[in-house]
C-alpha cells in the first residue's frame, strides 16, 4: 500500500479534524487513538462498499502475520524471536489521514503549531488505564482569548477556512499567523511600559529614542568609579536644569530620576 497523498488529501484531513473535535462531546478531549476510530465511522458511513473489504483484509493480514509469527516452543502461541513483522495500516487506501503517523506528523502537528489546536497530557478516569507509564495526550479545538488591540485580533475561523478550501497552504497561514502574533505581543509590551505595569530595562533606557540629551544610564556609567557613578546622576540633572531652567522642559526632578534610573 502507498502512502502518497494527493496534493487535496490535506485540506481534507484538516476538515475532518475539525469536524470529529467540534462535535465530540469529551471535556478533555480526544487521543489520536480516538481521533483515528472516529474517523473511521465517518468513512464507513459514507463509503458502505469499503467497509467490509476493508475489514477483511485487514483481518486476513493480521491473522497472516501471526501464523508467521510462531515458532518452536511448548505452546502453540509461542512467537518466534526473528524480525518483528510490521504493523497493520488501520486507516484505508485513499482516507485523508493516510496512516497514523501521517496524521500526528503531518496534520495534527501542523494545526498545533498555528495554535487551532492544543494537545494536553490525558487524566485517566482510573489508576489501572494509565498502567503501562506511558503518557497519554488528547487533541481538543482552541478557542483563545484576544485582548482589546488597535492591533487586529486573528480570525481563527477564517484560518480554518484557509486551509479547509486550499486557499492558502500551511506555510503561508503560518507565517501569517506568526507575524500577527508577534505584532499584538509588542503592542502589549509597549502598553504595559506606557502603564507603568512593567519597568523598562536599563537596555531600553538606553536605547530609549526619548531621552534628553546629557542624561547617562547605569550601564553607561559603568566604566566610571564607584564615587563618581553614584554622584553622577544629581550632576547631570542640576546641568540639565541649569541648561533649560527650572520651567523648561522637565517637570521637576523626581519624573527625570525615574527616566535615568
Do not use: C
Request: charged content about 25%.
Amino acid at each position: 500500500m502507498s502512502l502518497t497523498r494527493a496534493p487535496s488529501q490535506l485540506p481534507s484531513a484538516f476538515q475532518l479534524v475539525r469536524q470529529i473535535l467540534s462535535e465530540s462531546t469529551a471535556a478533555q478531549g480526544l487521543t489520536t487513538k480516538e481521533l483515528v476510530k472516529e474517523a473511521l465511522k465517518i468513512y464507513q458511513s459514507e463509503t458502505p462498499n469499503h467497509d467490509a473489504t476493508g475489514l477483511q483484509a485487514s483481518s486476513s493480514t493480521v491473522a497472516e502475520s501471526s501464523s508467521k509469527g510462531k515458532g518452536k516452543g511448548k505452546g502453540n502461541n509461542v512467537l518466534s524471536a526473528g524480525k518483528k513483522e510490521k504493523g497493520v495500516n488501520v486507516i484505508p487506501e485513499g482516507h485523508p489521514f493516510v496512516s497514523t503517523s501521517y496524521l500526528k506528523s503531518q496534520i495534527l502537528a501542523r494545526l498545533s503549531s498555528q495554535s487551532l489546536l492544543i494537545k494536553t497530557p490525558s487524566h485517566p478516569s482510573s489508576p489501572s488505564s494509565g498502567s503501562s507509564g506511558k503518557p497519554t495526550f488528547v487533541w481538543r479545538l482552541n478557542n483563545p482569548k484576544q485582548s482589546n488591540l488597535s492591533t487586529p485580533s486573528w480570525d481563527y475561523p477564517s484560518h480554518w477556512n484557509s486551509l479547509i478550501s486550499g486557499e492558502k497552504t500551511p506555510g503561508q497561514t503560518y507565517h501569517e499567523f506568526k507575524q500577527n502574533q508577534l505584532e499584538r505581543r509588542e503592542e502589549e509590551k509597549q502598553r504595559a511600559l506606557d502603564g507603568g505595569k512593567v519597568l523598562r530595562t536599563e537596555r531600553q533606557i538606553w536605547e530609549w529614542d526619548g531621552r534628553k540629551d546629557g542624561l547617562t544610564t547605569n550601564m553607561e556609567r559603568l566604566h566610571l568609579n564607584k564615587r563618581r557613578r553614584d554622584k553622577r546622576p544629581l550632576k547631570e540633572r542640576r546641568n540639565l536644569l541649569a541648561y533649560e531652567g527650572l520651567n523648561g522642559g522637565i517637570e521637576g526632578e523626581g519624573g527625570l530620576e525615574k527616566q535615568v534610573l
